[in-house]
């Protein structure tokens, strides 16, 4: 960024200021009417699907809850009937003396439902809803705190609501609006389940407004809704962790949704559509305060964004300093904005993180907001319970601060702020090119330089093509279903269109990009961009292309003379995919092509159903005819495709069961493929490790063939030179591969920092007959000097194969894009001991994110399995 921003002062004089009167000693008594759990986790039969499949291989319930969540379930819509209070009596759970919140005398998992029920008894302003349940079982908990509303107030405020998002051009001149919409603020904690103090900064904040007796206070709640997630991670709140029960980062997930605690974030997102947001996490000393440094994301209407952003920083930063906590007496050093005070390395980029996916949203002032003294990982185990708690209560100061400054920001700006949502929406209904950010566009931001400009063009439409033109109508209905999921509106043809000089079939899926949440479609559809050149670092992430990734055979259409001409209907939920030729009563064997997850899984049933399943020489499925009535159950499940063939195949692949080494990520995405997984690391080699097992042996992370000690590394070899396969992937598999002497392959390892969608060349056959050609790395590899009898099944493009995302090259000059263009990304042989080997050089299960990938990876397992 060049200089340091200088501070703008005028704007935060009274940012900052408190909100609520003394407390009184008592509450008023208030209604204490009792709700049901408004708890609507999606089901349906692919949920009963999963849950089946789990139990009938013998999986755990928690690995049938990891069967469900994989399927990627909408999160349950929240209330819209009935006035506030929404009350809700919340069931007990039993006292957990080990919850990790309790040494830092912060408040236990346990004790949330009875203090949120007694605080729903304080009067009439606290409403609890349940939004779904964590990973691990747990309920998550959503207050509401506003000025009672009858049942047809609050149906005012959601036609409100709903005419700001479906027709903002009319909204900007509703006078009702104007006088009576109460702005909609939220309220994140806890996501990091080991950055506590969040939730009780929240709880205090509750119980405040519940309490209030001043008439600020009721003309706040009169003007405002205030939505607050308690805790949204429970299951690391409990266990100090940062990840949820799957062990999952929840702050990475958004652009996948892949959990159910961040599908239900989204769904309050959707719902609620805050115009102001906050996420708290810890810990930054300095306290660190959104907006962020460059590159900022291309999609969002950045001038409305940065405006309330960075005004409601300096109130924050404002509010905290007011504190009066210092470096010399407590440890606190004065809070940083990233956009003012750094250059690089804390960027709003991708949309992963929970503040810059509620921007698209609607949320016009959205904040990571990073308390400051450390109380986790070393620094829980190692200081004196006195220091840690103190550390807490200082932590639990600075977010209720935060807390309070924003809503003072909306109350005192709630004109502006509803006004600039619904701007937000209203460029993207009309298809209006978006404004650059200068100190012109954005008065009162000082500093904004040309690399704060991140702008993209638009294109008219996105065509999900049905019939010949779809790769895989499985893949194009999760996309489909992930754009509705996400609140994009998708149209479905009724009958054959033209469009952009192409013919499309009746059935084929449209997204006019002239609609108010355009900035998600093209967050999820385009392919992105090679930000390579414009930072040095980033913080996470850089290219995500669900267009590319997902499977799909997708068309941007980017100019549209007269506008979209087709019949169509809006849609809320992609059609049935699912069919088997000639049905349960035809003749002939069926292909299952495994080009897509849905399709291991349905393989792998048949599998573990005993069925005789050959393999093709492109690596698909040919299913015995005696086979049709299970193949048209598992259609419907999965929507998947068996398709009449007269191959006959060779060899019987079986129910394969992997000892995997391996992240959660890929943990979750083999066992949303169905196949039985076995976690295993150095540690449980060493400890002794039936081999018979398992098929196959998955590496890319924590198992080193050197740390096996003679025993474990004997049991080990004995099942190579059994003919038991290895799938390696990244650093770890690559140094597994060298050090247990398997295939003649030199790794060669890019920049480790570099991550993105790149194209790639597939040779076919077993592993990547039928592949996409894009795939996803994350510090890349490629590999050279192919010994006798290996073989590349596929290669990074040629010239510079990066399409969107951040590689650069080493210091060095080596390591970049250009240097792997054409050498191989996927290898595959047989090793001296006669095991099947498979090295990967990208990263197909990432996140669970990549899904038109997985199958690369599934195939290799099978290919591999003894």
Do not use: C
């Amino acid at each position: 960024m060049g200089i340091p921003r200088p501070v703008l002062l005028t704007t935060a004089v009274t940012a900052g200021a408190l909100l609520l009167a003394p407390l009184p000693a008592t509450a008023a008594p208030g209604r204490d009417a009792q709700g049901s759990h408004p708890v609507r986790e999606s089901g349906g039969p692919a949920s009963v699907a999963a849950i089946e499949t789990a139990t009938a291989t013998g999986k755990s319930s928690a690995a049938a809850l990891t069967a469900l969540t994989a399927l990627g379930t909408p999160g349950p819509a929240l209330r819209k009937d009935g006035g506030y209070p929404r009350r809700t009596v919340l069931d007990t759970t039993p006292e957990n003396p080990a919850d990790k919140a309790i040494k830092l005398g912060l408040a236990p998992y346990h004790s949330l439902a009875p203090r949120l029920n007694a605080l729903q008894k304080q009067g009439d302003r606290v409403s609890v809803e349940v939004t779904g349940r964590s990973a691990g079982g747990h309920e998550l908990y959503l207050v509401t705190v506003t000025a009672p509303e009858s049942a047809h107030e609050a149906r005012e405020q959601e036609r409100m609501r709903e005419l700001i998002e479906d027709s903002p051009a009319s909204a900007a001149k509703d006078r009702r609006i104007k006088s009576a919409y109460k702005t909609p603020v939220f309220i994140n904690n806890n996501i990091h389940g080991n950055e506590w103090e969040g939730t009780d900064a929240a709880l205090k904040l509750i119980e405040e407004l519940a309490k209030a007796k001043d008439g600020r206070t009721r003309d706040l709640l009169a003007k405002n809704r205030i939505y607050l997630n308690v805790t949204a991670n429970p299951d690391g709140r409990i266990a100090g962790t940062r990840a949820n029960g799957n062990n999952f980062d929840l702050n990475r997930d958004f652009i996948t949704g892949s959990q159910p605690e961040t599908r239900a974030m989204r769904q309050i997102a959707i719902d609620k559509q805050p115009a102001v947001m906050l996420d708290l996490h810890g810990y930054v000393n300095g306290t660190l305060i959104e907006p962020t440094t460059p590159p900022h994301g291309e999609n969002y209407e950045y001038d409305l964004f940065l405006k309330n952003t960075y005004a409601n920083a300096l109130g924050m930063e404002k509010a905290v300093n007011d504190l009066g906590y210092t470096s010399a007496k407590d440890g606190v050093e004065p809070p940083v904005i990233p956009f003012r005070d750094q250059q690089e390395g804390w960027d709003d980029w991708p949309p992963i993180f929970t503040p810059q996916y509620m921007a698209f949203q609607g949320a016009v002032a959205s904040h990571t907001v990073e308390i400051p003294m450390r109380v986790n990982n070393a620094s829980y185990d190692s200081l004196p319970v006195e220091e840690l708690r103190r550390r807490s209560a200082i932590n639990t100061d600075i977010a209720g601060a935060a807390m309070r400054a924003t809503l003072d920001y909306a109350y005192r700006n709630r004109t502006s702020v509803i006004a600039d949502q619904i701007e937000t929406f209203r460029r993207g209904a009309a298809g209006e090119a978006q404004r650059p950010v200068s100190e012109q566009t954005v008065p009162g931001v000082p500093g904004i330089g040309p690399e704060d400009v991140y702008t993209t063009e638009f294109p008219r439409a996105y065509v999900i093509p049905a019939g010949e033109g779809q790769r895989s109508a499985t893949a194009a209905a999760r996309l489909v279903d992930h754009l509705i999921a996400n609140d994009v509106r998708v149209e479905r043809a009724s009958a054959g269109f033209r469009l952009a000089g192409r013919s499309y079939p009746a059935g084929s899926y449209v997204v006019d990009m002239h609609q108010s949440k355009r900035g998600i479609a093209n967050v999820i559809l385009s392919e992105g961009r090679d930000i390579s050149a414009d930072v040095s670092t980033m913080y996470d992430i850089s290219g995500w292309s669900l267009g590319l990734l997902w499977g799909a055979s997708v068309d941007k259409v980017q100019n549209v003379s007269g506008g979209l001409r087709l019949h169509s209907r809006t849609v809320h939920a992609a059609a049935p995919t699912g069919s088997v030729a000639g049905g349960s009563r035809g003749h002939g064997d069926l292909r299952l092509r495994l080009d897509d997850p849905k399709e291991l899984t349905a393989l792998n049933s048949l599998l573990a159903q005993g069925v005789n399943v050959r393999r093709a020489a492109d690596g698909s499925a040919i299913v015995p005819s005696s086979a049709r009535r299970q193949a048209v159950v598992l259609a419907d499940r999965y929507g998947v495709v068996f398709a009449a063939t007269k191959e006959k195949g060779s060899g019987s692949p079986h129910r394969t069961r992997v000892a995997a080494a391996v992240t959660p990520g890929e943990l979750f995405g083999l066992r949303e493929m169905g196949f039985e997984v076995v976690p295993v690391s150095t540690a449980v080699l060493n400890a002794g490790f039936d081999w018979s097992a398992a098929d196959v042996l998955y590496v890319s992370s924590g198992l080193s063939y050197t740390g096996l000690d003679a025993a474990a590394r004997e049991a080990l070899n004995g099942f190579l030179a059994g003919g038991g396969g290895v799938v390696g992937l990244g650093s770890a598999g690559a140094s597994f591969n060298t050090a247990a002497g398997l295939l003649t392959a030199r790794a060669v390892a890019g920049n480790g920092d570099a991550n993105g969608v790149v194209r790639v060349a597939n040779a076919g056959g077993p592993i990547t007959g039928g592949a996409l050609a894009h795939t996803f790395v994350y510090s890349p590899r490629w590999f050279t000097d192919l010994g006798p009898g290996v073989r590349a099944d596929q290669s990074y493009g040629t010239g510079n194969p990066l399409v969107s995302g951040h590689w650069r090259a080493n210091g060095s000059g080596t390591g970049g894009p250009t240097d792997a263009a054409g050498k191989a990304s996927i290898v595959s042989g047989t090793s001296a001991q006669g095991a099947p080997v498979v090295l990967f050089g990208t990263e197909p299960l990432f996140r669970d994110h990549p899904k038109g990938v997985f199958a690369q990876l599934g195939r290799a397992l099978l290919a591999s399995a003894k």
